[in-house]
Structure formats: C-alpha cells, structure tokens
C-alpha cells in the first residue's frame, strides 16, 4: 500500500477437474491489480485477511490538511 494506491497480486489456479466453479477471471497464472484510493491513507497501519474467501483490507486514513480562512483587513 502507498498513500493512494493499494496493490494487489496473486495467483489464479487451475480449477480443480470436477469443481463446480461459479464465478471466475479468465486468466490462470499470476496477476497484478492496482486500485487507487479516494483519499490519502497511511500504508503502515494497512491490514489484510480472507474471510470466506473475500480479501477484506483496512486502511486508516491519513490525518486531513486542515485549512483556515483568514480575513485581509
């Protein structure tokens, strides 16, 4: 992870013969996904776990520049 992308790569196997198979990429070997993000996060504190075979990631935000209005007099 970067602040405004995450990278994801992996590998897709062959199906094994007889596996009903629902739904799958085309491809069979290794991959590579970049998503960027909508807003800045800090990479360090990124987390990642399969749970019923969904990738689930978390990604703390990054601290928002704050801005002040100032009057000119």
């Known amino acids: 992870a970067t602040e405004n ?3 994801i790569s992996g590998e ?3 199906p094994l013969k007889g596996a009903r ?3 799958r990429e ?3 070997g290794d991959f590579v996904r970049v ?3 909508p807003e ?3 990479p360090e504190g990124a987390k990642a776990r ?3 075979g969904l990738l689930i990631l978390e990604l703390p935000r990054a601290e928002t520049e704050r801005r002040v209005r100032i009057n000119i007099e």
């Open 35 to 37: 998503i960027r993000l």
């Open 5 to 7: 992308a995450v990278e």
């Open 12 to 14: 897709v196997p062959e």
């Open 40 to 42: 800045k996060v800090k």
């Open 21 to 23: 198979v629902v739904s």
């Open 26 to 28: 085309r491809i069979v």
């Open 50 to 52: 399969i749970e019923n």
